[in-house]
């Protein structure tokens, strides 16, 4: 359950050794410019992600785990004190907004339980989002602010992966509505909307339909009704797929290359199940050029996120640089191994 932000943070972990030996405090396993990180706080956010996790009796690999987990929130400790400096740190009501989103979707009993498994409560998934959004405008302002590609960048990435754009067969863009007859814990929408047998799934598939005819939007009908839990967050956007992805459904291939871009199907009875597709583009087989604004979208995004990522790691390295770390709970790893000599 680490933030998203500190994705690079476990290849940084071994870093928080400490440099030289010092007595540790009392309850206290790491300590970060002076700011000290609690064994009772490691444990906590262990038995957080332990929830989530296969168990192990093995002492050995339950150590590891904790070292990698405390180089984590060692990393993450870094960049919060560098966020406060800066005056970054995330706002009550931004807090409050990312908190009710993330309950949004389950009913007060759902979400209890939800945080029950994970052995949270609502003030500790409070403080694991304070942090996040906290890192992540610490992030947004020292790196991704700075990112600039140049057309010159553009261009030069396409002439070097021409190949990536060229297609061997022609791809369609979907999107889709699914209403499942059976019952699924694992359903989430915006309405926690779930037909709870063939009778109540026919209804509501039937009532969906008829609001896209009369024009409502797909995307948030999706968000809103949708009972495939991957795609109703995204308005049931299912990405590109090349055509030889259906040819095993000759019927729906035929039905797809029919539709044009922008048009929706009528219900469609798969296995069980009923759908309705959206068909948000379709592109054709052959070269794409340059100029497609596509292409242009495409290549922005993947020098961007390449530029983010170089970036991130060397300005969390310029940061660890400048931080006086103590990491107790490594010091007494290697001191008891060579006690065990």
Do not use: W
């Amino acid at each position: 359950m680490l933030r998203k932000s500190a994705v690079f943070a476990a290849a940084l972990a071994a870093f928080s050794l400490v440099s030289c030996k010092k007595s540790p405090p009392a309850g206290v396993a790491a300590e970060v410019n002076g700011h000290a990180i609690t064994t009772a706080e490691l444990e906590k956010i262990y038995s957080m992600q332990a929830a989530q996790q296969p168990a192990t009796s093995n002492a050995d690999v339950i150590m590891a785990q904790k070292l990698d987990l405390l180089g984590s929130l060692i990393n993450n400790e870094i960049m919060l004190q560098k966020a406060e400096k800066l005056g970054l740190t995330a706002v009550d009501a931004d807090v409050d907004t990312d908190f009710n989103n993330k309950k949004a979707p389950y009913t007060k009993e759902e979400f209890e339980k939800l945080l029950a498994d994970r052995h949270m409560t609502a003030a500790d998934l409070r403080t694991q989002i304070r942090r996040d959004l906290t890192i992540t405008k610490l992030i947004n302002k020292e790196i991704t602010s700075h990112i600039v590609i140049t057309d010159a960048d553009v261009t030069n990435f396409y002439n070097a992966n021409k190949s990536v754009f060229n297609f061997p067969e022609p791809r369609v863009h979907l999107a889709q509505i699914l209403v499942t007859p059976s019952p699924d814990p694992n359903v989430r929408n915006l309405k926690r909307s779930k037909a709870e047998n063939a009778q109540e799934a026919r209804t509501k598939i039937e009532d969906l339909e008829r609001r896209i005819r009369a024009g409502e939007d797909f995307a948030l009908l999706a968000q809103n009704y949708s009972e495939d839990p991957v795609s109703a967050p995204n308005g049931g956007d299912i990405g590109f797929h090349p055509e030889s992805d259906f040819a095993k459904a000759p019927e729906f291939l035929k039905l797809i290359r029919e539709m044009p871009a922008g048009s929706t199907s009528g219900i469609i009875p798969m296995q069980d199940d009923y759908r309705i597709f959206k068909m948000i583009a379709k592109e054709p087989a052959g070269q794409r050029d340059l100029n497609d604004p596509r292409v242009q979208q495409e290549i922005r995004e993947e020098l961007r996120g390449q530029k983010d990522h170089l970036l991130q790691g060397a300005y969390f390295e310029v940061l660890r640089n400048n931080a006086k770390v103590q990491n107790y709970l490594a010091q007494s790893v290697v001191e008891n191994a060579d006690k065990s000599k």
